[in-house]
């Protein structure tokens, strides 16, 4: 993740999308990334899976991740293409998962504000920098605390304990 | 330094003195525990960790109960994942079906749940427990195989909430309608990354089960945990469940809290959380006219004994309409028995009811009364967002187990004194 520069276009929605959308509990069966991906957000926004391009990022409101546990969620985003998240703020369980599976979150309020369906992005993820190139606004997210900078930095958290369980 | 009951249980698991709200640590668990959905993605990930061994066969527990009795071939093959698991690890606590509960219902009864221990399960639900005094939470399938795998989790300690509840319930209330009221009050992000600590008459009047159900809905006020004190009904409970010891924690009466918020529950009426959010809460006096399709009384929420003998008390002698298709789901096999023993199961069979072998089922669209297009259900579920229960343009209305069985019986939401008067 570090130093990696994403580019992509944006996929805006609200408040509080939820993983029941982000992948329904009918599809629950599966576990491999590409076949969740295409069922990914198709009970919020049909035409998502048939448009999305590898690289694109989704960007949205308060409480991205709502709901269940299900590493699924995070896993049919990473599968349709979705190179990153940008919410106002997300919830917790989707926030661990996220992390765990490598799937790059960031928190920026501003910069949801600031963005709309279709913007062109550019996202310095070791910056935590946004820039909206369709409107030419730029935005900071914080950066992770150091502990999570570890778990990602070190490819996730499967490295991180297949390294303790060595040590 | 004073510090609430959920910094006390997680200082003890970092094996610290204290700790903060905000730190990152790593506690050890006493309990890690997974489903038919989650396990498999778990299992994968403790291989791919090169772990060989779970830290200890007698403290992981893999519950197969949403898409159980299988509903396909996928689920059943998921099972056999589970199944395998269990067996080549050595899993002293492995239940299938014909055993098995719904996890949140079953684990606290098999004794598996104790005061002052920290538990993670990979299913959102797993803060059910903060009712015994435990620190419990959901996290996702890797953390769950990091749990498996090393005994441990990492956590950021949460800020806490202090919840005072005053007054006295009336009839026909129960903790459902203390927690929709209170996820309508706080919103579904309203204890985002929080602990809810539950407090006051009211709770020290409300039954375990009517506490396990509030613990339950903690995350859908986006709390971390849910987490009630230690009392003499809590050690009635678990006596005989049991032949561990366990520790009791409690806050210290200077404990610093994010924030304090007092109700008065006295007048509070049965809650329906309208589609398509927990949060979206109002009195039944309010629904409207509201006709159904479907009524589900059962799920980790509201599947254990005194929602069953709320259910048969209002069913007793009565109909369900013809036009509400009523499935009652105990959320364990000793729950069923006692169904049956004391007599419940025939009112339900004579009310016209479908009664179901233990599973998440319908709750979250999976089998068991899945909705089409158009069609409203009433639940006693735990969330009523888009294509929850089945088709993207169905309807859940999320009530207590009195207003869902009154609700069958009149065909659209009701208040339970409306039939019982």
């Known amino acids: ?167 | 330094m004073a510090q609430t009951i959920t910094e006390k249980i997680l200082a003890w698991h970092a094996g610290r003195d204290k700790v903060r709200p905000g730190e990152l640590i790593n506690a050890r668990i006493d309990l890690a525990l997974a489903n038919d959905i989650t396990a498999p993605l778990s299992l994968e990930a403790f291989r791919e960790m090169g772990a060989e061994r779970v830290f200890d066969p007698a403290k992981v527990v893999l519950v197969p109960d949403h898409f159980t009795p299988a509903r396909d071939i996928a689920a059943a093959e998921n099972c056999v994942l589970l199944r395998n698991f269990a067996r080549e690890q050595g899993l002293e606590n492995y239940f299938d079906v014909g055993r098995v509960g719904i996890e949140h219902v079953m684990i606290p009864e098999e004794g598996l749940a104790l005061p002052g221990e920290v538990i993670v399960g990979a299913d959102s639900h797993t803060c059910t427990y903060g009712a015994l005094g435990a620190f419990s939470t959901g996290v996702g399938s890797t953390d769950l195989a990091m749990a498996m795998a090393l005994g441990e989790v990492w956590l950021r300690v949460p800020e806490s909430i202090r919840l005072e509840y005053a007054g006295e319930l009336r009839s026909w209330v129960g903790g459902k309608d203390i927690i929709l009221y209170t996820i309508g009050k706080l919103g579904v992000d309203g204890a985002r990354y929080r602990a809810m600590e539950f407090h006051g008459p009211a709770i020290d009047a409300l039954s375990m089960d009517g506490r396990f159900t509030m613990a339950n809905m903690a995350i859908e006020a986006g709390a971390k945990n849910g987490i009630f004190h230690v009392d003499v009904k809590t050690k009635e409970w678990l006596e005989g469940r049991s032949p561990r010891d366990y520790r009791i924690f409690s806050s210290d009466s200077d404990a610093s809290y994010a924030e304090k918020i007092e109700f008065e529950v006295s007048d509070l009426e049965p809650q329906v959380a309208f589609p398509h959010l927990p949060s979206n809460v109002r009195p039944v006096s309010e629904a409207g006219d509201i006709a159904l399709d479907q009524a589900v009384i059962g799920s980790c929420t509201n599947g254990r004994l005194e929602d069953m003998e709320i259910a048969a008390r209002i069913l007793k002698g009565r109909q369900v309409d013809p036009r509400v298709r009523t499935i009652v789901i105990p959320g364990s096999q000793p729950i069923l028995k006692e169904m049956v023993k004391r007599g419940w199961m025939e009112i339900f069979l004579e009310a016209g009811v479908a009664v179901s072998t233990p599973t998440c089922g319908p709750c979250l669209g999976g089998h068991m009364g899945v909705l089409a297009k158009g069609e409203r259900a009433v639940s006693t579920t735990n969330r009523n967002f888009v294509g929850r229960m089945g088709h993207v343009g169905s309807e859940v209305y999320l009530a207590g187990p009195a207003v869902a069985a009154a609700s069958a019986i009149s065909g659209r939401l009701t208040h339970p004194r409306e039939v019982m008067d």
């Open chain 1, 1 to 167: 993740m570090a130093g990696m520069v994403l580019e992509g276009k944006a996929w805006r929605y609200g408040r509080n999308v939820d993983t029941d959308v982000i992948i329904p509990a009918r599809h629950l069966s599966l576990t491999d990334p590409r076949e969740l991906g295409e069922h990914c957000l198709e009970d919020l926004d049909p035409e998502f899976v048939n448009r999305v391009e590898a690289g694109d990022i989704i960007v949205a409101e308060e409480n991205f991740g709502s709901g269940s546990s299900r590493e699924h969620a995070p896993l049919a985003l990473k599968g349709c293409g979705v190179s990153l998240v940008i919410a106002a703020s997300f919830a917790r369980i989707f926030y661990r998962n996220a992390i765990n599976v490598g799937l790059p979150i960031l928190e920026s309020p501003e910069a949801v504000q600031g963005i709309k369906m279709g913007d062109h992005l550019r996202v310095d993820l070791e910056e935590g920098l946004i820039e909206n190139i369709s409107t030419g606004n730029k935005y900071h997210s914080p950066p992770f605390p150091p502990f999570m900078r570890e778990i990602i930095a070190g490819n996730g958290l499967v490295e991180y304990v297949k390294r303790r369980l060595r040590g």
